[in-house]
């Protein structure tokens, strides 16, 4: 999904955002605190990994901000600070999970995945499962029946926006902001060719991505009808 990355030491953020992307994921890496509280006013998210010492606004005035406006995105604090007092004055703000540095990153994908399960509304395990297609998070992988099928990453992440609400029509825009960051030069046209891609792979599978012209493209069960 769509990341928003706050962490102004460059060997972490580096790591983390090249973690992410091998997996599919969009980050957006942002290192001061001012700039990121700005980017969050008006940029939709679906999990803010937020550092708490950073130049301009420290994590937990950037949280709190959010909470205040009522935005309700996932968010994950980091911090160096292992005292209590830290802790739990992240989560009564509304931090949604926390890690203290130094940590492992597995432990941190592992975290991340279960916040995008709960926002998302989905099954509490790693796995989505829309007709016979059944897309594993956490080892990235895809079955139609007993085939597997081999996905790019952009390709899976598509997948699973589709596949985590089956039936709800996305646009071409929300997709676009969903697998594109600010870095990358992608049009609507880049849209097409990746549902285009995934329909071809996808063939003969229970499920079946459907295209609603001038609205967008949802996945159908078949098993639904």
């Not at 646009?171 to 097409?192: C, H, P, T, Y």
Request: glycine fraction near 8%; aromatic fraction near 6%; hydrophobic fraction near 45%.
């Amino acid at each position: 999904m769509r990341i928003l990355l706050v962490e102004d030491t460059d060997d972490v953020g580096e790591a983390i955002c090249r973690r992410f992307q091998q997996t599919g994921h969009t980050v957006d890496w942002e290192t001061d605190g001012t700039a990121a509280s700005e980017i969050l006013a008006h940029t939709a998210y679906d999990l803010v990994i937020l550092d708490v010492m950073l130049p301009g606004l420290d994590g937990f005035s950037i949280l709190k901000k959010l909470r205040q406006a009522r935005i309700g995105i996932p968010v994950l604090m980091l911090t160096a600070r292992s005292e209590i007092d830290d802790r739990v004055g992240a989560l009564d703000l509304g931090a949604d999970d926390y890690l203290v540095k130094p940590f492992d990153f597995r432990e941190l994908e592992a975290r991340a995945r279960v916040l995008l399960r709960r926002s998302s509304g989905g099954d509490p395990t790693n796995f989505i499962v829309c007709g016979d297609i059944r897309l594993d998070r956490a080892n990235r992988n895809v079955m139609v029946g007993r085939r597997e099928v081999q996905l790019k990453r952009r390709e899976i992440a598509l997948l699973e926006i589709l596949a985590s609400r089956p039936g709800r029509v996305f646009s071409k825009e929300e997709l676009l902001d969903q697998l594109f960051g600010f870095d990358d030069a992608a049009g609507v046209n880049a849209i097409e060719l990746y549902v285009g891609r995934l329909r071809k792979k996808l063939d003969g599978a229970r499920a079946r991505i459907v295209t609603l012209r001038g609205t967008g493209y949802q996945l159908v069960s078949d098993d639904a009808a």
